[in-house]
């Protein structure tokens, strides 16, 4: 498995599949689980951000994230970042190389931190990793998230200090 820049236009579907899979479930995320596919562009593909995946040999991408200024002008120096495996592939540590993969970037772009503005309180095994990686809760949104199942759940910001 590689992970490379994504193409809009040679990615796009392969990264629609996984955003759609993963936004429909209505458990991490904040899009609406009916968000049409053209919204994908401002939302994953934007130009103010930069957009991976993970592929296979054989051209299947199993992963995307995204990577961006959390804030504009005198908040740009601390990145923002989204992840989503696809579904099917789940467990196999792909979270983790994207998560590397991110933090390593961060670092080459001259960021100083990265901040999850809005990590869903029950989305526990993405919280785990995040904490295996360094990141620290800093703050608490109580009921921040309608989760499709649990109802209203708190969020929580989570930050991680980039050394260089």
């Given amino acids: 498995m590689v992970i490379r820049s994504a193409d809009k236009i040679t990615d796009y579907e392969k990264v629609w599949a996984i955003f759609k899979a993963v936004i429909s479930t209505g458990d991490s ?3 609406d689980p009916e968000t ?3 919204s994908l562009g401002k939302y994953w593909f934007a130009d103010s951000m930069h957009t991976f995946v993970a ?3 054989d051209g299947q991408v199993l992963g995307t994230y995204i990577l961006k200024p959390n ?5 740009n120096h601390i990145a923002n970042c ?3 495996v696809n579904p099917k592939y789940q467990g196999r540590g792909i979270g983790k190389l994207l998560c590397e993969h991110s933090i390593k970037f961060a670092r080459q772009q001259g960021f100083l931190g990265i901040q999850f503005n809005i990590v869903v309180s029950a989305n526990e095994a993405a919280l785990k990793l995040w904490q295996k990686f360094g990141f620290e809760i800093i703050g608490k949104t109580p009921k921040g998230f309608r989760h499709k199942t649990l109802g209203l759940v708190d969020t929580f910001i989570m930050f991680k200090e980039l050394s260089h």
């Fill in 29 to 31: 995320y904040v899009f």
């Fill in 36 to 38: 049409p596919k053209e």
């Fill in 55 to 57: 592929v296979e040999e």
């Fill in 71 to 75: 804030q504009i002008d005198l908040g």
């Fill in 82 to 84: 989204g992840y989503m």
